[in-house]
């Protein structure tokens, strides 16, 4: 049965990295094709609601698969430190969003997160692990406070939250599947070229290069 457990978890890393493939060959379309920020507001209430707000704010899933993809370009301990530092912080700040807390520049921090994650993939970035942890502690302030503050009115504050990090997590899980590959040259020049185009994409949010709808 133990022998099992590497299998299993090969074929969860397996899927997670087609699923990233499909993100990834599609973010071009994601420049003109969405609105520049995902936070509506039209996501119900409850855990559902938490799990799928995410999702909806394609500049939250690059920034999310970009900390997965550095961890994993940097290697032990980062890969599993950094995602694990992100949906902490973010439940802080997503706590601080709830109670109204304001934070200045929230969409603009959001934008700046997906670029220079981006970057630090694109480039390789070897960094300290905790001036790594720090950059992604601050970015997911600034996510978490966009995912509060738009709790639905009367839903359950707790289940949401649960349900955003869970997401959080299993974004960061897609990032490090890809991310494996920079084991190999070819997958490190894939992984790189995953970073730059996650990069153009928080640079068109930060332009507002795609218009709202």
């Known amino acids: 049965m133990p022998a099992a ?37 039209s996501v119900t209430g409850g855990f559902l609601g938490g799990l799928a707000h995410p999702v909806f704010g394609p500049d939250h899933v690059v920034a999310m698969v970009a900390v997965g993809l550095w961890g994993a370009f940097l290697g032990a301990p980062a890969i599993w430190l950094l995602p694990i530092v992100f949906p902490l912080v973010m439940a802080f700040g997503g706590v601080l969003g709830i109670l109204g807390v304001a934070i200045p520049g929230v969409e603009i921090g959001i934008a700046v997160s997906a670029v220079l994650l981006g970057l630090m993939v694109a480039t390789g970035a070897r960094a300290p692990l905790w001036t790594a942890a720090v950059l992604v502690g601050v970015f997911a302030i600034f996510h978490g406070h966009a995912h509060g503050a738009e709790l639905p ?49 928080g640079v068109a949010f930060l332009g507002k290069l795609v218009p709202p709808i």
Do not use: E, N, Q
Request: net charge positive; charged share 5%.
């Open 153 to 201: 009115s009367g839903a359950d504050a707790v289940a949401y939250s649960i349900g955003f990090v869970i997401a959080t997590g299993l974004l960061h899980l897609a990032g490090i599947a890809f991310g494996l590959l920079a084991r190999w040259p070819m997958g490190k020049v894939a992984v790189r070229v995953a970073g730059a185009l996650i990069a153009l994409v």
């Open 5 to 41: 457990i590497p299998v299993v978890f090969g074929a969860i890393l397996a899927a997670m990295r087609m699923r990233v493939i499909g993100i990834l060959v599609t973010l071009p379309a994601v420049l003109w094709a969405l609105p520049a920020f995902g936070h509506t507001g």
